[in-house]
């Protein structure tokens, strides 16, 4: 299976090291060391893409915002990120000597793989210290350490740590009938325009597997029951800060009962239709590589 996007970034995240702060002073004050700027879960962009700046030419970057967080170092070049949130749009774009400020969705066709792994990376990065100022348990007020990837509490000193949220997403295939077309079960979420179908998927609940998730995911929003549940891959997903896990899963009948309130419909397609439908069209989406792998099953 090819590299799923958002993936591989071939960055060193150094998880012995970036607890040393005088290591983490030191990438900071190597000339070549990189800084990518985002403001609120979005790249500042040129006409040549995402503004990426060397240390050497950073200094009104470093001295406007907060402390940067350690991404990582490939190729010997480290690579921070630096959130610019706290000024106005127009102010950041300026600071930033960018043009606009763009969604890594709208840029990922012009992106290499690695590329799109670390905005994706510092995106999720930033927002979690956005939203972790203040303590969960006491509400006291927190501070960054390990360059960016831990935050402690000054007044109970509890440790808070990056999360990711897993969700599921699976492409349900019917019970196989003979002379039958093979079949796969697409829904139109709430929301989306006439004639848009895409696979199921959701959030994994505390104290479910994997598994039991797509079945539930399932029987909940489709009506479908579901027996064999097979693990495809795993794509970070930045939006903020989730992580894709794909499968395919085997329906124990065809019935559909939508529920109504994610789904507005769901039917069976078979191959042919899946075509025609252009399901599967985000190139950026594990999705895409969960319909491809069955429609070419079929060739």
């Given at each position: 299976?090819?590299?799923?996007?958002?993936?591989?970034?071939?960055?060193?995240?150094?998880?012995s090291?970036?607890?040393?702060?005088?290591?983490?002073g030191g990438?900071?004050a190597?000339?070549?060391?990189?800084?990518?700027?985002?403001?609120?879960?979005?790249?500042?962009?040129?006409?040549?893409?995402?503004?990426?700046?060397?240390?050497?030419?950073?200094?009104?970057?470093?001295?406007?915002?907060?402390?940067?967080?350690?991404?990582g170092?490939?190729?010997?070049?480290?690579?921070?990120?630096?959130?610019?949130?706290?000024?106005?749009?127009?102010?950041?774009?300026?600071?930033?000597?960018?043009?606009?400020?763009?969604?890594?969705?709208?840029?990922?066709?012009?992106?290499s793989?690695?590329?799109?792994?670390?905005?994706?990376?510092?995106?999720?990065?930033?927002?979690?210290?956005?939203?972790?100022?203040?303590?969960?348990?006491?509400?006291?007020?927190?501070?960054?350490?390990?360059?960016?990837?831990?935050?402690?509490?000054?007044?109970?000193?509890?440790?808070?740590?990056p999360?990711?949220?897993?969700?599921?997403?699976?492409?349900v295939?019917?019970?196989?009938?003979?002379?039958?077309?093979?079949?796969?079960?697409?829904?139109?979420?709430?929301?989306?325009?006439?004639?848009?179908?895409?696979?199921l998927?959701?959030?994994?609940?505390?104290?479910?597997?994997?598994?039991?998730?797509?079945?539930?995911?399932?029987?909940?929003?489709?009506?479908?029951?579901?027996?064999?549940?097979?693990?495809?891959?795993?794509?970070?997903w930045?939006?903020?800060?989730?992580?894709?896990?794909?499968?395919?899963?085997?329906?124990?009948?065809?019935?559909?009962?939508?529920?109504?309130?994610?789904?507005?419909?769901?039917?069976?397609?078979?191959?042919?239709?899946?075509r025609?439908?252009?399901?599967?069209?985000?190139?950026?989406?594990?999705?895409?590589?969960?319909?491809?792998?069955?429609?070419?099953?079929?060739?």
């Amino acid at each position: 299976m090819p590299k799923l996007p958002y993936a591989a970034s071939g960055l060193d995240r150094g998880g012995s090291r970036r607890g040393d702060e005088l290591w983490i002073g030191g990438l900071l004050a190597e000339p070549a060391t990189e800084i990518i700027p985002m403001w609120r879960d979005r790249c500042l962009t040129t006409g040549a893409g995402p503004v990426r700046r060397c240390v050497a030419e950073a200094a009104d970057l470093l001295a406007a915002a907060g402390q940067p967080v350690f991404l990582g170092v490939r190729a010997g070049r480290a690579l921070f990120a630096m959130d610019l949130s706290e000024l106005a749009e127009p102010a950041a774009v300026r600071l930033a000597g960018a043009g606009a400020t763009s969604d890594i969705r709208a840029l990922f066709g012009d992106l290499s793989g690695p590329d799109a792994a670390a905005l994706a990376y510092a995106k999720g990065m930033l927002r979690w210290h956005r939203e972790q100022r203040f303590c969960g348990a006491c509400g006291g007020p927190t501070r960054t350490g390990h360059g960016g990837h831990q935050r402690g509490c000054d007044n109970c000193g509890r440790l808070l740590f990056p999360r990711i949220e897993p969700a599921v997403i699976m492409l349900v295939t019917a019970p196989p009938e003979p002379g039958r077309a093979d079949r796969c079960l697409l829904a139109r979420h709430r929301g989306a325009k006439l004639g848009s179908f895409a696979t199921l998927a959701g959030f994994v609940e505390i104290g479910e597997s994997f598994e039991d998730a797509v079945r539930r995911e399932v029987a909940e929003e489709a009506g479908v029951p579901v027996g064999d549940v097979a693990y495809v891959g795993s794509q970070p997903w930045p939006f903020p800060s989730g992580i894709m896990v794909g499968f395919r899963a085997l329906a124990l009948a065809d019935a559909i009962d939508v529920d109504g309130e994610e789904l507005e419909e769901a039917r069976w397609f078979t191959r042919d239709e899946a075509r025609a439908a252009n399901v599967g069209q985000r190139h950026d989406s594990i999705e895409h590589y969960l319909i491809e792998g069955w429609l070419g099953e079929g060739a």
